[in-house]
């Protein structure tokens, strides 16, 4: 890895925001999906949710590849599931959904903890989601059209959220935000990803990173590597 894509991979880690999510419920469109975890890595998303009934594990492997590198998906066999895990980390659960208690997105203060839930293409959003949620949301529209494409309302919504989250500062950190074991985790993986589907495979962990982003490792591990 040279240090220039070392240091670039740095600066993206510190600008991630791990508690701002979307969450894909049944959204089953290759395209969509990966419309949407693009949107999500420009936006500084460490990782997006997907309610995936019946292992439509499927859907992840037609989605960009180079995006689906930098967002991690958690995926979850029921909305409650995701829900439940989205409120265990004191996230405001949001839903687009056009009913009488729906508010306009622009008027939601996204510097809190922030779950966005947007349904499948058939369905839109379950009953149970609805349910569970926080707070409805709506995208003012004037024509005769009253719903957006999955993706695009994801952008929407996402990109409100990150002026909102620029102005205040989030992404202006020194530090990433995340775990240490995280960083180093995908800086290897991005920086080293032969070696570190080599080490994964043979079940060896991780040895550090120089400052330019160098494997420093001694020669056990080396021997450990190269072996059948």
Sequence with gaps: MNLERYTRIQEVLKARQPDLTVCLEEVHKPNNVSAVIRTADAIG????????????????????????????????????????????????????????????????DYTKPTAIIVGSEKVGISKQA?????????????????????????????????????????????????PEETIHRILFERGHPVLAKVAKRKKLPYPPLDDEGQIVADESWWKAMQSK
């Design 45 to 108: 998303l460490h990782k997006i949710h997907a309610v995936w009934p019946n292992k439509q594990m499927r859907t992840l492997a037609h989605t960009s590849a180079g995006a689906r590198n930098w967002v991690e998906v958690d995926t979850h066999d029921s909305i409650q599931d995701a829900i439940k895990a989205l409120k265990a980390q004191n996230m405001q659960v949001l839903v687009t959904n056009l009913s009488e208690k729906a508010i306009d997105f622009r008027e939601i």
């Design 130 to 178: 609805l349910e569970l949620a926080d707070q409805d949301i709506v995208i003012p529209m004037v024509g005769m059209v009253q719903s957006l494409n999955v993706s695009v309302a994801s952008a929407l919504i996402l990109y409100e959220a990150q002026r909102q989250r620029q102005a205040a500062g989030m992404y202006q950190q020194e530090k990433s935000p995340l």
